[in-house]
């Protein structure tokens, strides 16, 4: 594109707050590059586009800094060329993917330039190539109402040394309303006190991170990823590390909390839970201590519960829960005390353990699939809901809800959704994983197989994802990898409802 002449820069004249509002919607939908690109489109654009409150930058995304830090560290500094001269505020400063140590530096420097333009969001973010010890001058940081800071190192503070730097942080910063942190070190015992402004709180990965308290009167949200168990060296089981979480005044208001690779008892987790009346979402994931889990909150709207190898009970009083998510091996289903069928949506991922080398079509527990038939035709049909079933590269969809089955296997996907409002988005989801075929059980007048018709014949023509061929027809087809799950619903009662799509994809280019 060339660049415009002055004479028609009609584009340029618009206020400058305008065209930062255009810039950070470029980025949101398209990336940092697209937003860089724009600065072609004229003189006056490329200069508003360098002075704009947000500096992100991501050494990843531009190859040829990937290994020099002398280009790194100069387009930065072009980068801020602009704010230094005019005296310019520096709203939000992310450094992202940062690849070399000998930028640690450079980065003392970027941050005490952001200070000093009274940056209220920061985020620093190295790889793994090295850790990025916190400078002191971040003390001085007083505007902050973000910080977001991955692989740093919190040394014990010159001042104190009984004191990490993070404490320190919080101490001084008290306008924080969103604090993350992740993959850092130094840190054992971590108090977030003083912080009133505080609505969310992640810690995500924090090595020898042993104690947590908070008290944070308007928190909103709490994200605690410990450290996996098969990073835990030279044990089976994990070390321990109490996830404590002591809200002195926020019980009212805490809506999210999702707990990950915690070491949290039964009876830990009960009791706090109950501190928590107005939680709205749930999140469960790889808590190897809990076996025997009890939920009970007039609230919740949202649980999800994932990758658990020994949870054997779970029992449910969520009256107003719209949304249920599963990933795992065997859903425990001890959990009927679930009521599905004011149920919303729900998706269920079943997968076969790595060790398991037994797996074949049809080989499942009877109990546990009668119990997951059971769950499934609880649901609330007609509500407009329907059930999606994902086995091996074939797609089953229940638009009619009359008689649902489950394929007797171990290794497929759940997904009950309400697709009536969205149809389009729906089919071209459906799509976008090349499926081998799509079946549909279907009543007189059905939107789904006419929105998949009208959807497939705009990929031929189009050329979406490279669809060679496609193929309707009454009933199922032998083809291949789905001919288990064809001959299993040939001996349904489902065939004389089923129109199947085959699809016939180009194979990619080596």
């Given at each position: ?10 584009i340029s004249?618009?206020?400058i707050?305008?065209i ?5 919607r470029?980025?949101?939908?398209y ?10 489109l ?9 002075s704009r409150p947000?500096?992100?930058i991501n050494q990843?995304?531009h190859?040829?800094f ?7 560290v ?9 704010h230094?001269e005019?005296n310019l505020?520096i709203e939000i ?15 003392d420097?970027w941050?005490n330039?952001?200070i000093?333009?009274?940056v209220?969001s920061?985020?620093?973010?190295p790889?793994?190539?090295f ?7 971040i ?6 109402t973000?910080?977001?800071l991955n ?10 040394s009984?004191?990490n ?7 001084t910063c ?5 604090l993350?942190i992740?993959h ?5 015992n ?5 912080l009133v402004n505080l609505?969310?709180?992640?810690l995500?990965?924090?090595k ?5 308290e908070?008290w944070?009167?308007n ?6 990823v410990g450290?996996?168990?098969?990073e835990?060296?030279?044990?089976t089981?994990p070390?321990?590390?109490?996830c404590t979480?002591?809200i002195l ?7 999210c909390?999702q707990?990950?690779?915690t ?6 987790f009960?009791?706090?839970?109950s ?13 190897y201590v809990m076996?025997n889990i ?5 609230n919740l709207?949202?649980f999800?519960l994932s ?9 449910m009083l969520?009256?107003n829960?719209?949304?249920?998510n599963?990933q795992?091996?065997?859903?425990p289903?001890?959990i ?10 729900a998706?269920l ?14 080989d499942?527990d009877t109990s546990?699939?009668?119990?997951l ?6 649901f609330?049909?007609s509500?407009?809901?329907i ?6 590269e074939?797609i089953?969809?229940y638009?009619?809800?009359s008689?649902?089955?489950?394929p007797p296997?171990?290794k ?8 009536s409002?969205h ?6 989801e459906?799509?976008?994983s090349q499926?081998?075929t799509?079946?549909?059980v ?6 789904i197989?006419?929105?998949f018709?009208e959807?497939t ?6 050329q979406y994802?490279?669809?060679n061929?496609?193929?309707i027809?009454?009933g ?13 619903l040939?001996?349904t009662?489902?065939?004389?409802r ?7 994809w ?5």
């Amino acid at each position: 594109m060339e660049e415009i002449g002055d004479g028609e820069d009609r584009i340029s004249e618009l206020p400058i707050q305008i065209i930062h509002d255009i810039l950070r919607r470029i980025r949101r939908q398209y990336g940092l590059k697209e937003e860089a690109r724009t600065c072609i489109l004229s003189k006056t654009w490329s200069s508003i586009w360098r002075s704009r409150p947000e500096v992100i930058i991501n050494q990843s995304i531009h190859n040829s800094f990937m290994n020099s830090t002398e280009k790194f560290v100069k387009f930065v500094d072009d980068s801020l060329r602009s704010h230094v001269e005019q005296n310019l505020r520096i709203e939000i400063l992310r450094l992202i993917n940062l690849r070399l140590p000998e930028l640690a530096s450079h980065i003392d420097r970027w941050l005490n330039l952001a200070i000093k333009h009274n940056v209220r969001s920061l985020e620093i973010h190295p790889t793994s190539n090295f850790s990025y010890c916190i400078p002191d001058a971040i003390y001085a940081a007083k505007t902050l109402t973000e910080l977001s800071l991955n692989k740093c190192n919190f040394e014990i503070d010159n001042n104190n040394s009984t004191t990490n730097k993070l404490q320190r942080i919080i101490s001084t910063c008290p306008f924080i309303r969103d604090l993350k942190i992740g993959h850092c070190t130094g840190i054992q015992n971590l108090h977030v006190f003083g912080l009133v402004n505080l609505e969310k709180l992640e810690l995500r990965m924090c090595k020898k991170l042993a104690k947590v308290e908070i008290w944070a009167p308007n928190l909103r949200k709490f994200v605690y990823v410990g450290v996996p168990l098969d990073e835990h060296s030279g044990t089976t089981e994990p070390e321990p590390l109490p996830c404590t979480i002591d809200i002195l005044d926020g019980y009212n208001t805490l809506e999210c909390l999702q707990l990950e690779a915690t070491t949290m008892t039964d009876k830990q987790f009960e009791y706090q839970l109950s501190k928590f009346p107005a939680l709205k979402v749930l999140k469960l994931k790889r808590c190897y201590v809990m076996k025997n889990i009890k939920v009970v909150s007039e609230n919740l709207k949202s649980f999800t519960l994932s990758h658990w190898g020994n949870l054997e009970q779970v029992n449910m009083l969520a009256p107003n829960l719209m949304e249920f998510n599963f990933q795992g091996y065997i859903m425990p289903f001890s959990i009927s005390t679930m009521d599905p069928s004011n149920l919303e949506r729900a998706n269920l991922d079943f997968y076969v353990q790595q060790s398991d080398d037994s797996y074949n079509f049809g080989d499942v527990d009877t109990s546990w699939y009668n119990n997951l038939l059971d769950f499934v035709q609880k649901f609330n049909y007609s509500n407009g809901l329907i059930l999606i079933i994902c086995c091996e590269e074939s797609i089953l969809i229940y638009e009619d809800p009359s008689e649902i089955l489950v394929p007797p296997t171990r290794k497929l996907e759940l997904c009950i959704e309400n697709s009536s409002m969205h149809l389009e988005s729906f089919v071209n989801e459906m799509m976008f994983s090349q499926p081998m075929t799509v079946s549909i059980v279907h009543g007189m007048d059905s939107k789904i197989l006419q929105a998949f018709s009208e959807t497939t014949k705009e990929y031929r023509m189009k050329q979406y994802k490279r669809l060679n061929e496609v193929i309707i027809h009454k009933g199922v087809t032998e083809d291949g990898g789905t001919s288990c799950l064809n001959s299993w619903l040939k001996s349904t009662s489902l065939i004389e409802r089923i129109t199947t799509f085959m699809f016939k994809w180009e194979e990619p280019p080596n």
